[in-house]
């Protein structure tokens, strides 16, 4: 484990204000013009932009005007000293898992314990291949990822305590600090208690729906299978059941966890009964019982 402080104690605060600076602006330019940066900042900021250049925390680009972007190392440290900053972390492990659209770290928390850090990059990948002229939507990756930082830990704070999801800890910009659940994913599990563990998935589904709450990626990737329960995860696109595709969207997570199960475990159960159990149509506290 890194400490924060040395991980990210080589900015300073120039620097600091510099790339806030330079976040704050991302929402109107792909790259922001110096001299817009300048109005905000007290220092030199040809140098200060030039420094951070080299630490492949921004980039710079003189085409037309002289303007710089953020990279994701940037956002990212700019999510962690401000992490760190809120008492919410104090170190830093090693990446866990690298997804589509986010980078999973260990860590620890203030008072010692286990968190992950998940940095969200949302459209980072295939807005690297808009073309140039379309250049104008390049940064919104920032914005993006940020959002759907935002919104999994809003999610995390409402499930909280009645769901089974990694407790939330803290958000700011691309990040989200959680509890670590002590387990695997359901895909890279084999259950000696199938039945078990699927009706608990379901009664965790159904707690969701009462909240309004539909998960909207539910699949094996997205279950954590702990000693003695499942952990939902992932969830920055979760919406709500009254919104459009709600409805549909709830079908579609509880038909890919009846898949799993009928086509690992041999599991029959149709996709109508666990959805009126969903839906609380049947009275049943288990979907067994
Ligand atoms: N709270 C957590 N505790 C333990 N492992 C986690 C936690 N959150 C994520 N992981 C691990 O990281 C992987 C990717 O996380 P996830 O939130 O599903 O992001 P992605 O959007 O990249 O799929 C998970 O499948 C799991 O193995
Ligand atoms: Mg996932």
């Known amino acids: 484990m890194r400490r924060l402080r ?91 898992d690298t997804g589509k659209e986010s980078v999973i770290y260990d860590g620890l928390s203030e008072s010692g314990g286990e968190v992950i850090i998940k940095f969200h990059r949302v459209g980072a990948t295939s807005f690297k291949k808009v073309k140039e002229k379309r250049e104008y939507y390049a940064h919104s990756w920032i914005v993006l990822s ?13 499930l909280s305590g009645v769901v089974n999801v990694p407790r939330p800890y803290g958000c700011a910009y691309n990040a989200v600090v959680m ?24 009664n965790q589904i159904k707690r969701m729906y009462r909240l309004g709450v ?3 990626d539910l699949s094996e990737f997205n279950i954590l299978i702990a000693d003695d329960a499942p952990y939902i995860i992932d969830l920055p696109q979760y919406l709500n059941f009254s919104s459009p595709g709600g409805k549909e969207l709830l079908e579609r997570d509880v038909y890919l966890v009846l898949k799993h199960f009928r086509k690992k475990y041999g599991i029959e159960l149709s996709l109508e009964s666990a959805l009126k159990y969903v839906r609380g149509e049947n009275g049943r506290d288990n979907i067994w019982s």
């Not at 509890?179 to 379901?202: A, M």
């Open 6 to 96: 040395e991980e990210v104690g080589n900015i300073n605060t120039a620097e600091l204000k510099t790339l806030r600076a330079v976040y704050s602006l991302s929402k109107d330019y792909n790259y922001i013009p110096l001299t817009l940066i300048q109005n905000r900042i007290k220092g030199d900021v040809e140098n200060i932009t030039r420094s951070l250049a080299g630490k492949k925390m921004i980039q710079r680009r003189k085409k037309d005007y002289e303007g710089v972007r953020l990279t994701f190392k940037g956002l990212s440290v700019l999510a962690l000293k401000t992490l760190s900053e809120m008492n919410v972390l104090s170190s830093i492990g090693s990446v866990v």
């Open 214 to 216: 539909v998960h909207g």
């Open 146 to 158: 940020s959002i759907s930082a935002m919104r999994e830990y809003r999610c995390l704070l409402k």
């Open 179 to 202: 509890e670590r659940i002590d387990g695997r994913e359901l895909s890279k599990t084999f259950l000696e208690d199938p039945e078990f563990f699927l009706g608990e998935v379901l």
